[in-house]
C-alpha cells in the first residue's frame, strides 16, 4: 500500500509510541488521526504537529461505534488502523508476606482486558466494518508485545496480548477475501516514558537480558508499522521486534 495521503486511526496515539507512529506516518505523507483518553495530550500533540484526534473510550462499545461513524461520514473509510492502546496493571497472581496472602485483584485483571483486549476487538471490528462497507482494501496492525509468552507479574497483560496475537492471525484470515491484511508487533523493552520509570537497577538487569544489548528506540517500532503497511504481501505475522531477548 502506498502511505501518501492514505488515512490512519491510530488508538492510544496521543503519547509514547502512538504519538511517534502518527508524527512519522505523517512525515512521510499519511493522514494520521489518534484516539486517546487524555484531552491535554490530544491538545499538545494538535499544536505541536497540526495531528487531530478525539477522547474516546475504546472499550466502550457504543463509544468506538459512534467515533468510526462519524470520522468515516467526515474523512471516508482509514485505510489503516493501529491498535497501540494499551494499559498494565501489575501484580503476582498469589502473593504470601508472612501471615498474609493476597491474590491478584479482580479489578485489575478486567481492568487491563477492557483495554487491551475489548478495545483492540472494537477498534478492529468497525473499521474493517467501514473497510468493507465502503471498498477500501486496508490494513489493520495490533500491538503486541513480549510479555505474550508470559512474563512474571503480568497474567492479565500477557493473557490480552496472547490473545491479540490469536484475533491477528484469525482476522488475516477472515478478511483476506476483502483485501483486508492484519498483522502485529511484538516490541521488547522499548525506550519510552514507560520504561524510563522502572527503577534504575531493576532496568540495568533487564538491559543485560537483551541480547543486543539496550533498549528499543520508538523509531525502530514505527519503521516497522510503515512495513507492514506498504508491504502487500505481508498478513497474518506477528513480527518480534525485541533485540533478541525471549521471556
Not at 8 to 17: E, K, L, N, Q
Not at 134 to 141: S, T
Amino acid at each position: 500500500m502506498e502511505i501518501t495521503g492514505k488515512n490512519v486511526v491510530i488508538t492510544g496515539g496521543a503519547r509514547g509510541m502512538g504519538r511517534k507512529f502518527a508524527m512519522d506516518l505523517k512525515n512521510i505523507g499519511a493522514v494520521p488521526y489518534v484516539l486517546d483518553v487524555n484531552q491535554e495530550n490530544l491538545d499538545a500533540l494538535k499544536n505541536e504537529t497540526g495531528i487531530p484526534g478525539k477522547v474516546v473510550d475504546v472499550s466502550n462499545e457504543k463509544d468506538v461505534e459512534a467515533f468510526f461513524e462519524e470520522y468515516v461520514k467526515n474523512n471516508g473509510a482509514p485505510a489503516a488502523l493501529i491498535n497501540n492502546a494499551g494499559i498494565t496493571a501489575d501484580a503476582l497472581f498469589i502473593k504470601q508476606k508472612g501471615e498474609e496472602i493476597t491474590k491478584f485483584p479482580f479489578s485489575s485483571w478486567e481492568k487491563v482486558l477492557n483495554v487491551n483486549l475489548t478495545g483492540v476487538f472494537l477498534c478492529a471490528r468497525e473499521a474493517a466494518y467501514h473497510m468493507v462497507k465502503h471498498g477500501v482494501k486496508g490494513v489493520i496492525i495490533n500491538i503486541s508485545s513480549i510479555s505474550r509468552s508470559g512474563n512474571l507479574g503480568q497474567t492479565n497483560y500477557s493473557a490480552t496480548k496472547s490473545a491479540v496475537d490469536a484475533m491477528t492471525v484469525t482476522w488475516s484470515k477472515e478478511l483476506s477475501r476483502y483485501g483486508i491484511r492484519v498483522g502485529a508487533i511484538a516490541p521488547g523493552y522499548i525506550n519510552t516514558e514507560m520504561v524510563a520509570k522502572i527503577r534504575p537497577d531493576v532496568l540495568e538487569k533487564l538491559i543485560q537480558n537483551i541480547p543486543a544489548g539496550r533498549l528499543g528506540e520508538m523509531e525502530e517500532i514505527s519503521k516497522t508499522v510503515q512495513f507492514i503497511i506498504s508491504n502487500d504481501f505481508f498478513t497474518g505475522r506477528v513480527l518480534e521486534v525485541d533485540g533478541g531477548m525471549r521471556i
